[in-house]
């Protein structure tokens, strides 16, 4: 991947060149897709960018999402705690990507095939402060946000059946595509399964039907308990130490941060439950409550060590429908944060192969050292 902005003082160090790391990562959950783990690249010259601004203020006069500016956008569909005092607020996507404006019966022509674009695409204005960042807000208003996209998926579900998938997702940050500075999330319901969900699904189900064991359950045992020593089969020498919580940046009573073996994305991190839940409008206000805390930890974390995260997350969950009511005790609901520190380059582009240029195992202890102030919060 191409460099992005980051903080020069916040970049990982450079790896010894005898320590590089050159290897090809399956993943575990979708083993088709791979990650080429190249660390030596880290190396290579390149110019150093100043780090992305970001827009910290409270209030913008020519914002749309900001308050005061409710005429701006598309008539509120529900707001948190009410109308008029609102902190969380979801409108319609005046631009959406899927939409109910326009019928359509579908199209095959010879090989080429569409299907109705149908849907749902709203915006969750997720703080009344323009510019305010997830690690800086309270664990309330966390957990709110995630109660709130709980509730909008819901009646999104109920409302059409047509409508087989509703991802929430957040993009924080220009690199992240991010089109307007408030922070926001958004909801789209679709008429099909993502690939990456389905892959995902289907996957776990043959894992299952193997094992008689969800696969995500699986990696949350080995991450806290499994240790190894891989020797050289001809000087005995020892390759590589796979130490207990190597790979876990957090975890709280109900939830775990983890650093996955195989990441796409340099300083990824999946958050998911400690036990089998596979639809996330499960998850009780309870346990949002700690996975809030959990989550304000993990970027307070990310913040410090790459400074001015941007970032991309959105949530993996079970699909409704019957063709997925076998599938809940094979598939495990998660979280997956994608820091955008650098750009897919022509070679990624054209193998479908990630390259991640730090370690994995660097990248999660360098996120683990972070000192956080329990009583205040902050890093």
């Keep these: 991947m ?3 902005k980051t903080d020069p003082e916040s970049e990982p160090q450079m790896p010894d060149k005898n320590e590089s790391l050159r290897e090809i990562r399956i993943n575990p959950i979708v083993p088709s897709e791979s990650v080429l783990v190249a660390t030596a690249r880290n190396m290579r010259p390149r110019k150093q960018e100043d780090p992305a601004p970001r827009d910290t203020r409270k209030h913008v006069e020519q914002c749309p999402f900001c308050k005061g500016n409710e005429d701006e956008t598309p008539p ?10 609102w902190e969380i ?3 319609e996507n005046l631009y959406p990507i899927l939409g109910e404006d326009q019928q359509s019966d579908g199209l095959t022509f010879g090989l080429q095939q569409a299907i109705e674009g149908y849907g749902r695409h709203e915006v969750v204005i997720d703080h009344g402060e323009h510019g305010i960042a997830l690690q800086d807000m309270t664990p309330v208003h966390i957990q709110q946000m995630f109660i709130t996209y709980q509730e909008r998926m819901q009646i999104l579900y109920d409302s059409d059946k047509r409508i087989h998938y509703v991802l929430a997702f957040k993009n924080f940050g220009p690199a992240a595509g991010a089109s307007i500075a408030h922070t926001h999330s958004q909801i789209i319901a679709m008429p099909v399964i993502p690939e990456n969900v389905y892959n995902e699904v289907q996957n776990s189900r043959e894992y299952y039907n193997k094992h008689h064991r969800c696969v995500f359950c699986s990696l949350i045992d080995e991450a806290l308990t499994y240790e190894a020593t891989i020797y050289d089969r001809d000087s005995g020498q020892v390759q590589r130490k796979i130490n207990v919580g190597q790979y876990v940046i957090e975890r709280s009573e109900h939830f775990i941060a983890i650093k996955p073996f195989a ?20 998850a009780s206000t309870d346990h949002l409550a700690d996975f809030a ?8 974390r990310l913040d410090t060590v790459i400074g001015g995260a941007q970032y991309n997350y959105f949530i993996h969950a079970i699909p409704h429908g019957e063709d997925y009511e076998d599938s809940h005790s ?5 979280l997956e944060i994608c820091p955008r520190t650098s ?4 070679f990624e582009l054209g193998s479908g192969l990630f390259v991640n240029t730090v370690s994995p195992e660097v990248a999660a202890e360098k996120l683990r050292a972070v000192k956080l102030d329990e009583a205040s919060g902050t890093a």
Excluded at 263 to 282: G, V
Excluded at 330 to 334: A, I, K, R
């Design 89 to 91: 607020r979801i409108v």
């Design 263 to 282: 990441s796409r994305y340099e300083w990824e991190i999946h958050i998911m439950p400690l036990d089998h839940q596979a639809d996330f409008l499960e």
């Design 293 to 300: 805390g959990l989550l304000k930890r993990t970027m307070q």
């Design 330 to 334: 094979s598939y495990h609901w998660h």
């Design 343 to 346: 750009i897919p380059n022509g």
């Design 2 to 4: 191409h460099s992005l």
């Design 76 to 85: 509120t569909i529900n707001a948190w705690p009410d109308d008029e005092n």
